[in-house]
Structures are given as C-alpha cells and as structure tokens.
C-alpha cells in the first residue's frame, strides 16, 4: 500500500506519517516526517538531493514463495515501487541517495531473516548503482525511525523492548488473505 504526497508549501509545522509493514510512503512535502519501527524488517530510505523529494519502504522479507503475487511486504517489489513513486515525484536515478535500517536478530523463529534482509537490501542497491550513504543493520534492538525525505536526514533510537500495543498493524487487504482447501 503505497501513499504519495505531492509536493507542498512549508507550513512550519511537522506532519508525521507512519510506515507500517508492507508499506512505502514519497514525499516532497518539507511539512512531512515518515516514521516506523523496526525489527527484522529492513526500512530503506530514498533521498534525491536536487529534486528534494524522498521516501521510505518498510519490507518484511527479502523474497516471497514462488508464484505468489507482488506484495510491498517482499524486497525486491518494495525496492522497486519506492523508485518508481519518487521518480513520479521528480526524482532522476542517477542522483538517489540511500540509508538502510533494521534488520535486527529479534530471536525466536524469526532466526536470520533481519540478516538476509540487510543483505538483500544493500545488494539490491549495489545492482542499481544507488549509492547507500550510512546504515544500521542487524544487532538485536528494535529501531524507532523519524525520516525527513526532503532532507534526507533520518534519526533513528534503538529499543530494548517493545510492548504489542506499540506496534501497529495494516488491517489485512482482500489480496493480502489466501484460503486453502481441506
């Protein structure tokens, strides 16, 4: 689920916007703050310097199963809707900026996925010749983001622990449910 703000006038004050799993949100709006919270899922965030527009996907897995359809919760599908809704925006490849977070051990059954995340991403972004500025992968805290795409700078804090009713959850789509035969 994707939104994209159009470019605004700077009204002084901060609109914050969450990205929560699955999603990507483009922004050339200066008003706008995209925050989210991290775990195993890695958060990429896009920056173009000289058209001042950026953005952020936050993506549960490097890949999904085979022949399922495309889904913002899998890399690669994330990778490429946050390109494309910044060069809806004005953004030129050649001059993407990126900074990754996230891909924190959270332990359980969970193993390795921040891991292999954190890989994909920074391989993703090597294939694409987008140069990757400053990251925080892997480790084993959560991470809380405050990104300002119109600047590029992101803050990030490392958690300890989460409580559940601190993290928000899409209320599932038609497509994001699949029903199996007996």
């Excluded at 200066?30 to 953005?55: H, I, N, Q």
């Excluded at 994909?120 to 294939?127: D, K, M, S, V």
């Amino acid at each position: 689920m994707a939104v994209i703000e159009p470019r605004l006038r700077d009204t002084g004050q901060e609109r914050e916007l969450l990205v929560l799993q699955g999603e990507f949100r483009v922004s050339g709006d200066p008003s706008v703050v995209l925050t989210t919270l991290l775990g195993s899922c890695v958060a990429t965030c896009l920056f173009d310097p000289v058209a001042r527009v950026g953005g952020m996907n936050h993506f549960l897995l490097a890949a999904g199963p085979e022949g399922i359809a495309p889904s913002e919760r899998y890399g690669f599908y994330a990778m490429e809707v946050l390109i494309n809704g910044l060069l809806k925006l004005g953004a030129r490849k050649p001059r993407m900026e990126a900074k990754l977070f996230g891909g924190a051990t959270m332990g359980g059954r969970m193993g390795h996925i921040g891991e292999e995340n954190g890989r994909f991403a920074l391989g993703f972004l090597t294939a694409e010749g987008i140069p990757c500025r400053s990251m925080s992968l892997g480790g084993s805290q959560a991470r809380r983001l405050r990104y300002y795409p119109t600047t590029g700078r992101v803050s990030q804090r490392l958690v300890d622990r989460i409580d559940r009713e601190e993290v928000p959850v899409r209320s599932p789509r038609a497509s994001d449910v699949q029903f199996f035969e007996e």
